[in-house]
């Protein structure tokens, strides 16, 4: 029996899934020094277990790009119930440092499977006309839900909460997005020829494509890298590290629901470099400030990766459309690769400053501040770099239009 495609219900159970992404994320970076006092771990390690959960992530990403068009989003949201079911519960009954590196991963998998289905979904079900928006209003659940989470996760930590408590929350937004997926269509693509992986290859195999995966990496890191260890690097800074994640991402949440005008008042391009610049200034108010001015570095920082992410997986479906769910899914996988990479970096950069500045004399929060500091000085080389080749797709993309797309949708049969 055929089944009409219900986008408003697919976009809402995309949104909650989405969610359950974001929780993963702030709810986990505030129980980081709880897991470190619990298991006695380093700041290194605590890098080690915040890889695998962006290691999971583009694994996932990879794999669902390639089968999206041969299994549909329907299986791979179901992989991805599993895996955040598993990860879960694994995390809450982990006995040690190497539970914690499984279980994590499990988690970033099942986020991978949320984006490498959701995106082409969306992208199958919307004229390109509105693909800015949609994609802006979807991805605008990953900085709300982590201002949520956020929320969350300060109450139940200041009410005295396990951290296994507050990995329980995860479960309530996976059994939502579980329920509204069950039993619906899905949209078939809209551009000819985009279900073959050798065109979609072909698409990838560009100059252009090339630049936007290289700017992903450095662009997700930018986003990534201060907000996933805000809780250790200022925990010290006068400033309540979980209300500037959630105010961060509060100014990420409101600045994507207006994505699509954004897009269109300064370009694709235009909004890429902005980002990079007032990134830049945030990161460098972050590494200077403290007290109430963090707050301030929390609001420019977060209207300088506001866009980022929307606007890349945007600018990969219009501007290199055969490319399809896989060229999303790799652009998307690159840039949580870069995070699970860098993450290790970082809490080596943690504790080798802290060592530094203790053999320089340094004790208590003084110390603590001054880590933190020259920690972020130096997570400011990435968007330093983003500006310098922003700058050059910005001129180079400047007369170049986006190919022509097929608007029309077809409707597959529902998956049973």
């Known amino acids: ?73 329907k299986i791979i949201m179901q992989v991805a119930v599993v895996a955040h079911t598993l990860g879960i519960l694994m995390t809450i009954y982990a006995g040690g440092y190497i539970g ?17 289905a959701c995106n082409p979904m969306i992208a199958d079900m919307y004229p390109s006309n509105k693909l800015n928006k949609m994609f802006g209003r979807f991805h605008m659940w990953f900085p709300g839900g982590i201002v949520i989470g956020s929320l969350i996760s300060k109450f139940m930590t200041s009410a005295g909460f396990s951290w296994q408590a507050q990995i329980w929350v ?32 072909q698409a990838m195999l560009t100059p252009l494509y090339a630049v936007l995966f290289f700017c992903m990496a450095l662009t997700a890191i930018t986003e990534f890298g201060p907000n996933q260890w805000v809780a250790v690097v200022l925990s010290s800074s006068g400033a309540d590290a979980m209300l500037v994640l959630a105010l961060t991402f509060g100014v990420m949440t409101i600045g994507r629901l207006f994505n ?36 301030v570095a929390a609001v420019i920082f977060g209207l300088g990766v506001c866009f980022n992410w929307p606007t890349m997986i945007g600018f990969v479906a219009q501007r290199v459309p055969l490319s399809g769910a896989l060229g999303m899914s790799i652009v998307g996988g690159v840039g ?31 110390l603590e501040l001054a880590t933190g500091q020259a920690t972020l000085a130096t997570m400011m080389t990435f968007p330093i770099i983003l500006i310098f080749a922003f700058t050059a797709l910005f001129f180079w993309m400047r007369n170049r239009k986006s190919g022509p797309i097929d608007e029309t949708v077809v409707m597959e049969q529902p998956q049973l």
Request: charged share 5%.
């Open 1 to 73: 029996m055929n089944q009409t495609v219900n986008p408003s219900r697919l976009f809402l159970a995309s949104c909650l899934a989405i969610i359950t992404t974001a929780f993963s994320f702030s709810i986990r970076a505030g129980i980081l020094p709880q897991l470190a006092t619990d298991f006695g771990l380093t700041a290194e390690q605590l890098g080690f277990i915040n890889s695998m959960f962006f290691f999971g992530f583009p694994i996932s990403m990879v794999i669902g790009g390639i089968v999206y068009h041969s299994v549909g989003p």
């Open 100 to 116: 914690l590196l499984f279980s994590t991963f499990f988690i970033g998998f099942g986020n991978g499977c949320t984006e490498a």
């Open 170 to 201: 995860l479960m309530l937004p996976t059994v939502v997005y579980a329920f509204l997926f069950f039993g619906q269509a899905f949209p078939r693509p809209k551009v000819e020829g985009v279900t073959s992986l050798a065109k979609n290859f």
């Open 260 to 295: 699509g005008p954004v897009v269109a008042q300064f370009g694709q391009t235009g909004v890429l470099l902005g980002g990079a610049i007032l990134a830049t200034i945030g990161i460098y108010m972050f590494s200077t400030v403290t007290g109430p001015i963090a707050y």
């Open 336 to 366: 949580m690769l870069s995070t699970s990479i860098f993450q290790p970096f970082i809490g080596r950069w943690i504790d080798e400053n802290h060592t530094e500045k203790a053999a320089a004399g340094l004790t208590g929060s003084a």
